[in-house]
């Protein structure tokens, strides 16, 4: 103790005029220590992020939008929600930032600079749907562990970059390739560098799709850093893990990749039915692949009230994973009677399509406007929670809104 540096009375003088206050014992800081209250963790300077969004957690960060903020066709960068597993790393040096192709199954281990990603593949432009296999966790009972999200954990942005398919192709798939699986320059939580906070991938059909990138731009402009600049993957339609932000490594597998949160219970559900709360064995879960159908209601909010023999405007998004959304409805009588929504098609493959319609309400009193999408396979949301799962992911059911009529 007493070979500590100890903060001078000009600067702690100085740092309480800042605060507003005297500091009580802060002749006890040691020299170059900040002060929480000096400390800025607010995620809405540091993210661009719109002042409605909502935190969930900051170790690691994750946010997620309201409806209403997810109204824009193109999900503007403000608005998309973060769902992070590390901590997001510092000192980024794009000049020297490199991806190493390697595993059981490529030919040859290869590495690309940043800039030679850009020149010797083609660039491709595509609307893509992202959504975390948690959204909606919130509503699981028994509740589930992790992220309490609730229905804004989704987005579909305009993505810019190579496809994974080239890129592999260059480096050399060899025939037995089962799966990739993505590395990244995130820190684990622990701060030790040897463990990856997050290492997913997806089988070969997945990662050979067209519009499977490595991206380097998001709604025209670089990645933000908290959406994984200066390089990542974006596989629209599947969990958002698979597409790994802060891109450095992908290895070819042999196998299914057994890397960090693609084994036990990390976005698995039960292959078949399970009673709530009930314990299933690792050996009887699947990993999550294509995301089920869904949509949301983005206009109006949730509470509006309108005049009698007035219609009511209402709009949204609706998304079905690998597949289209075929038809869209909506309910203002808890379900008993369903009508069609208009339904856009999709720009390209995996981007959110969008629906509209003119709601009338038979009187005045209390409604809720429901929202039903069914997909190119003929099937359509639950209206209440789908099956439980221990994990609490895949909860498609119906989204509502409250609307009076006065």
């Not at 009972?141 to 970059?161: D, F, R, S």
Request: hydrophobic share 35%; charged share 25%.
């Amino acid at each position: 103790m007493n070979r500590r540096k100890f903060i001078s009375k000009t600067a702690l003088s100085s740092i309480a005029a800042v605060i507003g206050i005297d500091i009580v014992f802060g002749n006890n800081m040691i020299e170059g220590y900040q002060p929480l209250a000096l400390q800025d963790p607010n995620p809405f300077k540091m993210f661009g992020l719109d002042n409605e969004m909502v935190v969930l957690n900051d170790k690691p960060w994750n946010i997620e939008a309201k409806a209403h903020l997810l109204d824009d066709k193109i999900t503007p960068n403000k608005s998309m929600f973060i769902r992070n597993n590390g901590l997001i790393p510092k000192n980024i040096d794009v000049k020297k930032w490199t991806l190493t192709i390697d595993g059981e199954s490529v030919k040859e281990t290869k590495v690309y600079t940043l800039e030679e990603l850009k020149s010797k593949f083609k660039h491709y432009t595509y609307q893509l749907t992202l959504e975390c296999g948690g959204n909606g966790r919130s509503e699981f009972n028994p509740p589930a562990k992790g992220n309490q999200w609730t229905i804004g954990a989704v987005g579909c942005a305009l993505w810019t970059g190579v496809r994974l398919r080239d890129v592999l192709e260059d480096a050399g798939i060899k025939s037995n390739a089962v799966y990739t699986g993505y590395h990244s320059a995130d820190l684990h939580l622990s701060r030790n560098p040897d463990k990856e906070p997050i290492s997913r991938g997806a089988p070969m059909k997945k990662s050979l799709e067209d519009e499977t990138l490595i991206a380097f731009q998001m709604n025209g402009k670089d990645i933000p850093l908290a959406h994984g600049y200066p390089l990542r993957m974006v596989a629209g339609g599947w969990p958002a893990s698979v597409s790994g932000k802060w891109l450095e490594r992908i290895s070819i597998r042999n196998k299914v990749h057994d890397g960090t949160k693609m084994k036990g219970t990390a976005y698995r559900v039960p292959k078949h039915p399970v009673a709530p709360g009930e314990k299933v064995k690792h050996e009887d879960m699947g990993i999550i692949e294509s995301m089920p159908v869904k949509s949301l209601i983005t206009y109006p909010k949730t509470g509006a009230t309108i005049k009698e023999g007035k219609k009511l405007s209402i709009r949204g998004h609706a998304w079905a994973g690998d597949l289209e959304v075929a038809k869209m409805e909506y309910s203002i009588d808890f379900g008993s009677t369903w009508k069609t929504c208009a339904l856009t098609k999709p720009v390209n493959r995996l981007a959110w399509q969008h629906f509209s319609a003119e709601v009338s309400f038979p009187k005045t009193g209390y409604y809720e406007v429901w929202a039903r999408a069914t997909d190119t396979n003929g099937k359509a949301q639950p209206m209440l929670l789908p099956g439980w799962n221990p994990k609490g992911y895949l909860n498609n059911a119906c989204h509502r809104i409250a609307i009076k009529v006065k």
